[in-house]
């Protein structure tokens, strides 16, 4: 009964992830699409140094995208765990209401609120920054990414802070600590395992975006999402685009699998 049950997520693994990726590894292989003779040419195009630089650009825009979601997410995270049941849920709601709006419509309101006679550039020239061009900057593009990706951040945080056992901090205190020290040595080390998720779950679509930096850097940002999204849809080239995408599957596999587990029985989750 079980194995019945199963067969139509079987069909549907099949279908939408097992055969789509078959694919594209077979083309990354392969010449052209009407020449299937095997080559590696595609692989040794990649990894030249104006792709590679591409590369390079779209990592350190990642990074830096990820590491201001950290900054901004874990203190939501935390400022949310803190309050009422009522009030946690309101904001958790409040969190999640963009997300239920298409993406390109986010990323297109982003659009006009950044644009020279945008509401954003209206409050800068009320302090004197006139002038100042915000669209079709690496900024937009950052400012997209992290708009975007932000509540990814903060619910496995929250999930993490909302579940931790509250008496290790009780017993941090009676024991003298202070709140600094018992974030440092308690309640951070035992929501590290929701900061690996969220991490994991905003930089791996910010290393492969293409909307964002597409409509808010107005295509002067070449990152690598728009490098395959050109390959196949503009040059036509499927079997480089292909080998380009196996590439980044290889690396986020890469990063998954190196991704430190938080190991229980071994006593872990804390610093004492």
């Known amino acids: 009964m079980k194995k019945f049950t199963s067969f139509p997520y079987l069909i549907w693994l099949f279908l939408f992830i097992v055969f789509p990726i078959g694919a ?15 080559t590696l040419e595609h692989y040794k195009r990649f990894l ?4 590679m630089e ?20 874990y203190p939501m995270a935390y400022i949310i765990c803190g309050l009422k049941e009522k009030h946690k849920n309101t904001l ?21 609120l950044l644009g020279k006679n945008g509401p954003i550039s209206a409050i800068l020239s009320l302090f004197g920054f006139n002038n100042v061009r915000l669209l079709y900057t ?13 509540p990814f951040m903060i619910l496995p945080i929250f999930t993490s802070l909302n579940n931790m056992d509250k008496s290790l901090i009780e017993a941090a205190y009676d024991l003298g600590a202070t709140k600094i020290k018992a974030f440092l040595l308690v309640i951070f ?10 991490i994991t779950m905003v930089f791996m679509p910010c290393v492969t975006t293409f909307v964002i930096s597409k409509l808010l850097g107005g295509g002067k940002y070449m990152l690598i999402g728009n490098l395959i999204e050109q390959q196949y849809l503009t040059l036509y080239d499927w079997n480089f685009g292909s080998a380009i995408s196996i590439a980044i599957i290889l690396m986020i596999v890469l ?18």
């Open 92 to 112: 958790l709601i409040l969190l999640m209401l963009p997300m239920w709006m298409n993406f390109l419509l986010r990323t297109y309101a982003w659009i006009s």
């Open 138 to 150: 690496e900024t937009a593009v950052l400012i997209g990414m992290v708009y975007n990706y932000l």
């Open 189 to 198: 080390p035992m929501s590290i395992k929701g900061v690996i998720s969220g």
């Open 48 to 51: 030249s140094p104006i792709y």
């Open 54 to 73: 591409i590369m390079y650009n779209s990592l350190l825009l990642a990074l830096k995208a990820t590491f201001i979601c950290f900054l901004l997410g």
């Open 255 to 272: 990063i998954i699998a190196l991704v430190p587990k938080n190991d229980k029985s071994k006593g872990g989750g804390v610093l004492w």
């Open 24 to 38: 594209i590894l077979y083309y990354s292989f392969t010449i052209d699409i009407s020449n299937p003779t095997f």
